[in-house]
């Protein structure tokens, strides 16, 4: 009782920023899209270099994705094929610096990376409009396979954008790289991963009790200790147990209009561990979080905090629009703890990093303004981004252990081809210039049964 107390008396003198009231509405005929302006991005990947083709879907040689990525200098990747690349349980791994990916320009269905994952190893490097589902592939419980979907490794200048994460054994989206690579903090944080965009993505069923060698592993992103410019903006966290994200000790992140759904154990936390820092003193980590959405699910533990503290270390924490309500719209409190120790959560009076040049919405607009943008090409879904989309939408889905429970396992998915023209493209920022994608819908996508599809029909006279 005491230890609640506690945790009830801090939230309400920290007053960290989860809604109490609805936000003001959005002024009538601006369009959520209007909400995705943002600052200057911190590379522009290859913009300016060698445009290379993509023209088979083998995991390596000649024309592959591998390939294009593995080539030395500033470079865009196309893809004139579309369809599943299946690593066969390997990951991509990127080292090569000045690349910009463009899912976008494949013909439809775009690009799905199967039976594995990326590490971004490099610097200033675009990542645009992949899906990646890595899955257990059968692997046996605590079997060892435990493949991030995508995670930096001492990467920096990186943007991430419209890609969808699913299956991980491990994190779905992660900054990662080493703690104390160097003398002092400022050397640290040079030597591990920084200025990283996380922007309109999907991150979803981090798969439970799968080949983890540690057991029980849905992970949304770990970013990791010392980690600093972290962004995540317009994401969408659905159906993971934790880490939406984990921000690890002496990090620094800014939270944006991201939808955290049917979080498990933990939406967003924070954590300093002592038994990863003996020998270093601690530094303050920070996160400044501003018109997020949590919306608990199926698997969300009763009364979950919108954000804990974890660990030993002190956290910094400026918020601000934020929202957390349980499965039934019932209001879910702003902060709780895991661990009896001497951490302090620091309410900061204004953000700690800047919101310059977003374009920030009000929280009651987030959930609608996601879920239309969120993912790989959303002008041409994916089954499994529809079925999850939706099933956010309408309070459906559950945290999963196995590809399988949501359908036939990885997507049967038919090859296509289509030639590139680079006339028909603006290179500099990766967008047709008739503004019609390869693949491109009208109206509502829904992944609709026969009988579904046969009961939407118009009857004939």
């Known amino acids: 009782m005491a230890a609640t107390a506690r945790a009830l008396a801090l939230c309400l003198a920290l007053q960290i920023g989860v809604a109490a009231a609805p936000a003001p509405a959005r002024a009538a005929g601006v369009a959520p899209a209007a909400a995705e302006a943002h600052p200057a991005d911190p590379t522009r990947g290859g913009a300016g270099g060698r445009i290379i083709k993509v023209t088979t879907l083998a995991k390596d040689g000649p024309g592959s994705l591998k390939a294009a990525i593995d080539a030395k200098g500033p470079r865009i990747v196309v893809f004139e094929v579309g369809g599943a690349i299946d690593l066969g349980r390997d990951t991509l791994t990127i080292t090569e610096p000045y690349l910009t990916i463009a899912g976008q320009t494949a013909p439809s269905p775009g690009i799905t990376i199967v039976r594995g994952g990326i590490d971004l ?21 605590f079997s060892g396979w435990e493949a991030d979907a995508f995670s930096t490794v001492a990467a920096y200048n990186v943007v991430v954008e419209h890609c969808s994460f699913f299956w991980a054994l491990d994190e779905n989206m992660s900054a990662s790289g080493p703690r104390f690579d160097g003398a002092n903090v400022t050397e640290w944080r040079k030597h591990t991963s920084h200025n990283v965009i996380f922007r309109d993505n999907i991150a979803a069923e981090g798969l439970a009790f799968a080949s983890h060698p540690k057991g029980e592993h849905s992970k949304g992103s770990l970013i990791h200790d010392n980690t600093t410019g972290i962004v995540f903006y317009r994401n969408l966290f659905a159906h993971n147990v934790e880490r939406s994200p984990l921000v690890k000790g002496g990090a620094q992140v800014l939270m944006i209009n991201n939808l955290i759904y049917n979080p498990g154990h933990r939406a967003v936390h924070y954590n300093l561990m002592n038994l990863e820092w003996t020998g270093h003193p601690y530094v303050t980590g920070q996160i400044t979080a501003v018109g997020n959405i949590m919306r608990g699910g199926n698997n969300t533990d009763a009364g979950l905090p919108f954000l804990m503290l974890g660990g030993d270390g002190d956290l910094e924490f400026y918020g601000r629009d934020n929202r957390a309500v349980d499965r039934h719209g019932n209001p879910l409190p702003e902060f709780g703890r895991y661990g009896e120790t001497k951490a302090r959560l620091i309410a900061a009076k204004a953000p700690l990093a800047s919101l310059g040049g977003y374009g920030v919405l009000p929280s009651q607009d987030v959930e609608t303004s996601v879920l239309q943008t969120a993912g790989a090409r959303p002008w041409d879904r994916s089954a499994d981004e529809i079925r999850v989309l939706f099933f956010v939408a309408e309070g459906r889905g559950d945290i999963i252990d196995d590809e399988h429970q949501v ?17 028909a493209w603006d290179l500099a920022t990766m967008t047709p210039k008739s503004g019609v994608y390869p693949g491109d819908k009208t109206g509502p996508q829904e992944h609709l049964s026969t009988r579904d599809a046969a009961m939407r029909e118009s009857p004939k006279p």
């Open 121 to 141: 190893k490099g610097h200033d490097v675009i990542m645009s409009h992949l899906r990646v589902m890595t899955g257990a592939d059968g692997q046996g419980h």
């Open 407 to 423: 359908g036939p396992g990885y997507p049967k998915i038919a090859s296509t081809r289509a030639d590139f023209d680079p006339a």
